[in-house]
T-cell receptor, first 116, second 111 residues
């Protein structure tokens, strides 16, 4: 199957700092990537749909200025958590489809963010 | 917005027992997907169902899509400890590329 790589897998930062998470499709081009957030023992909540070369589409309740998404190439999307606070601590996972009509999502390994 | 509920939230079984998780949507779905997430891991695609009443099998796993395309189920026969994890159904929102995940069912299997 297709491979999606996410980095870093774990990050600890101080409150007020910004953290960037990278999501790469290693063996395919992804015009669209999806960013999810997952709290412990809970489901995946879609944060935004990242589109290559255009602005991301954010879900209701997700702050655009807080969670900056950039999809500058067909193989890379980044999520930047700006001015992080302890309540932003979570598991962030990106995913992508190989093609627009294929159903299956391939997920990155996830990034666990802890804000002190 | 679209909601996808799963029951039960959690189930603990003895190895060898069967397990079923149910997925219910508030709206008619074009298709339904199932994913498995091992503890500490990321979701992995299991299967996609498209047709009304469709049944698909993968070894000990049986997936079913309801006739009204509003619900789905995953049944595991004779569970093994390797089946431990959280099982999510996911529905594609009509007209959009995004996938909405169900609430998930966490399965624990004791040897």
């Amino acid at each position: 199957g297709a491979v999606v790589s996410q980095h870093p897998s774990r990050v600890i930062c101080k409150s007020g700092t910004s953290v960037k998470i990278e999501c790469r499709s290693l063996d395919f081009q992804a015009t669209t990537m999806f960013w999810y957030r997952q709290f412990p023992k809970q489901s995946l909540m879609l944060m935004a749909t990242s589109n290559e070369g255009s602005k991301a589409t954010y879900e209701q309740g997700v702050e655009k200025d807080k969670f900056l998404i950039n999809h500058a190439s067909l193989t890379l999307s980044t999520l930047t958590v700006t001015s992080a606070h302890p309540e932003d601590s979570s598991f962030y996972i990106c995913s992508a489809r190989v093609g627009p009509d294929t159903g299956e999502l391939f997920f990155g390994e996830g990034s666990r963010l802890t804000v002190l | 917005g679209q909601q996808v509920m799963q029951i039960p939230q959690y189930q603990h079984v003895q190895e060898g027992e069967d397990f079923t998780t149910y997925c219910n949507s508030s709206t008619t779905l074009s298709n339904i997907q199932w994913y498995k997430q091992r503890p500490g891991g990321h979701p992995v695609f299991l299967i996609q169902l498209v047709k009304s009443g469709e049944v698909k099998k993968q070894k000990r796993l049986t997936f079913q899509f309801g006739e009204a395309k509003k619900n789905s189920s995953l049944h595991i026969t004779a569970t093994q400890t390797t089946d431990v994890g959280t099982y999510f159904c996911a529905a594609r929102v009509a007209g959009f590329q995004k996938l909405v995940f169900g609430t998930g069912t966490r399965l624990l299997v004791s040897p």
